[in-house]
């Protein structure tokens, strides 16, 4: 499997941050206020651009995936300052599709050493004692950039103060932005619900114990691969992107509400790992605009890779005065994949349906 191409979901998305600062830094030390607090913001020539990371994003989605489509979570576990998961991908959803890294000890059959065989306990069930620490690690299936403005900012600062109390009142000072926050995310559906026994750094996905485990558990077990079901490696896949019309979350939601759901959509399924949507939105004077241009160029050169059409979701108000130009990629022709443009629901919900019929 590892040396065949791997399909890709390929996503682009564009939220809408009128007034938001739905990520952010922290106190800033040397501030002239004492309490001042700041958004996450990235320099580029010499130019700053609030950010929400990758990290804050991906929680939202996970959120998502609890509450609309009823994922059972993988139970975190700490020992002193490491955290994680239960690294279970055939029975935990999370696992499988956001990857983790967990050191544990092998199972391993204690062997009675005067006579080279397994100790039995008294029903005759082979005794079984911790081994050699072996560290389990999954990459994610699905990845993602952060959350990045489109244009360059110079975030608003906003004085206030707590003055309900008795004395004086309490200033502080808060930063948050207007803009257009662009991203980019992959979903791995080859590599969907696939888990091998490896003993390269990254493929270790699961021990032997949880080969025996994921086997009682239905999936397919082979040449130190588990493979869940068809039916359910289709569901994960679908549940992971019709999600993304329920995004919520962020900062400092209590004063700005900020919808953090997509405006704009681009979507399908790619042979390969590459990314073709990073590039097509620009600042145009200030505003937000999709680079048609840029856009068309880059399904033109991977056409003969595209695995499904290209669905594009636009949610009306948003980007109003590119509607004519965005609907006139409908259809086909001109070198170019057959492209349905329509509102983001529909267009997520059609392309999720046509996206199973690639898992195999």
């Not at 544990?104 to 008294?122: I, N, S």
Request: glycine share 8%.
């Amino acid at each position: 499997m590892s040396a065949q191409p791997h399909l890709t979901v390929n996503g682009f998305m564009l939220i809408d941050a009128p007034y938001s600062a739905l990520n952010m830094l922290g106190q800033v030390e040397g501030a002239a206020t004492e309490n001042q607090v700041a958004v996450k913001n990235i320099q580029r020539a010499g130019q700053n651009y609030p950010y929400v990371s990758a990290q804050a994003l991906r929680y939202w989605w996970r959120n998502a995936l609890e509450a609309e489509r009823g994922w059972e979570m993988s139970p975190i576990e700490r020992e002193k300052k490491i955290a994680f998961t239960q690294a279970k991908p055939w029975q935990y959803e999370d696992d499988d599709v956001f990857g983790y890294m967990r050191a544990q000890a092998e199972w391993v059959a204690d062997v009675d050493k005067k006579t080279g065989e397994p100790k039995r306990d008294p029903s005759g069930e082979p005794m079984l004692k911790k081994g050699k620490n072996i560290t389990l690690t999954r990459n994610s299936p699905l990845k993602c950039s952060p959350l990045v403005s489109v244009i360059s900012q110079r975030p608003t600062r906003d004085f206030g103060t707590m003055s309900r109390q008795d004395g004086d009142p309490v200033p502080y000072e808060r930063q948050f932005y207007s803009t257009v926050l662009k991203g980019i995310f992959s979903l791995d559906i080859t590599a969907l619900g696939h888990f091998q026994k490896s003993n390269r750094t990254g493929f270790q996905n699961i021990s032997e114990e949880g080969l025996k485990l994921a086997e009682e558990a239905g999936a397919s077990v082979a040449d130190g691969f588990a493979t869940i079901s068809l039916d359910e490696r289709r569901k994960r896949a679908q549940d992971t992107i019709s999600v993304l019309p329920y995004l919520s979350g962020g900062a400092n939601q209590t004063l700005h509400l900020t919808d953090v759901t997509p405006k704009l959509v681009v979507l399908t399924v790619l042979r390969g790992g590459n990314h073709l949507f990073m590039n097509i939105a620009k600042d145009e004077r200030g505003n937000v605009q999709i680079n048609v241009n840029a856009l068309k160029e880059v399904l033109r050169a991977y056409a003969d890779r595209l695995e499904t059409d290209v669905f594009i979701g636009r949610r009306s108000g948003f980007l109003d005065e590119q509607a004519d130009e965005l609907a006139g990629l409908a259809g086909a022709g001109d070198g170019l994949p057959t492209i349905h443009v329509g509102e983001v629901n529909a267009m997520i919900g059609e392309f999720t349906s046509r996206m199973t019929a690639c898992i195999e």
